[in-house]
């Protein structure tokens, strides 16, 4: 599985594949262990053991880590969480609309616009599943809907595009 970890404003891409770890390109062995009846987990790292108190951020994969007395904030994100992060608009707010593609391949569930409707920042669009989960796209900036590309029932592939949006020159 990939993860995007960040540390101090740094993007670190991490693969994990058993206990082989590949961070930035770089492979090593790694083991993660929960040191029973505390919340504290030992991460060996090739012959390196790091003692670590991970407790949970206000937002979903954020934590705050305490790696051998060191305190550090982190964010940690799948590839899909990342995809649905960046799609659904938590991320930085462009200031023009996107068009709304899919983060990963799925089924539509509902599609909540029209073609010609005024949508808001965050204001969900799409309702997809994938992987056994219903996902709300949402609107990464306001805009209008120019068209609707899917209907509920239909299969998408990743990257294929759902909604394109424009400018709401109205304002």
């Given at each position: 599985?990939?993860?995007?970890?960040?540390?101090?404003?740094?993007?670190?891409?991490?693969?994990?594949?058993?206990?082989?770890?590949?961070?930035?390109?770089?492979?090593?062995?790694?083991?993660?262990?929960?040191?029973s009846?505390?919340?504290?987990?030992?991460?060996?790292?090739?012959?390196?053991?790091?003692?670590?108190?991970?407790?949970?951020?206000?937002?979903?994969?954020?934590?705050?880590?305490?790696?051998?007395?060191?305190?550090?904030?982190?964010?940690?994100?799948?590839?899909?969480?990342?995809?649905?992060?960046?799609?659904?608009?938590?991320?930085?707010?462009?200031?023009?609309?996107?068009?709304?593609?899919?983060?990963?391949?799925?089924?539509?569930?509902?599609?909540?616009?029209?073609?010609?409707?005024p949508?808001?920042?965050?204001?969900?669009?799409?309702?997809?599943?994938?992987m056994?989960?219903e996902?709300?796209?949402?609107?990464?900036?306001?805009?209008?809907?120019?068209?609707?590309?899917?209907?509920?029932?239909?299969?998408?592939?990743?990257?294929?595009?759902?909604?394109?949006?424009?400018?709401?020159?109205?304002?």
């Open positions: 599985m990939k993860y995007f970890v960040t540390i101090a404003e740094t993007t670190h891409t991490i693969e994990v594949n058993g206990e082989t770890v590949t961070l930035d390109g770089k492979s090593v062995r790694a083991r993660l262990e929960e040191l009846g505390t919340p504290v987990q030992l991460l060996s790292i090739d012959n390196e053991v790091h003692r670590v108190l991970p407790r949970r951020g206000d937002r979903r994969g954020q934590y705050l880590l305490s790696v051998d007395g060191f305190r550090l904030q982190a964010e940690a994100l799948d590839e899909r969480a990342r995809a649905i992060r960046e799609l659904s608009g938590a991320s930085a707010k462009p200031a023009e609309p996107a068009h709304l593609a899919a983060p990963m391949p799925g089924l539509i569930v509902r599609v909540h616009v029209t073609a010609g409707d949508v808001r920042a965050g204001q969900g669009l799409v309702v997809m599943e994938a056994k989960m996902n709300e796209l949402r609107a990464a900036a306001a805009g209008v809907v120019r068209r609707v590309l899917v209907s509920p029932g239909g299969i998408v592939e990743k990257g294929e595009l759902l909604l394109e949006m424009e400018p709401n020159n109205a304002s």
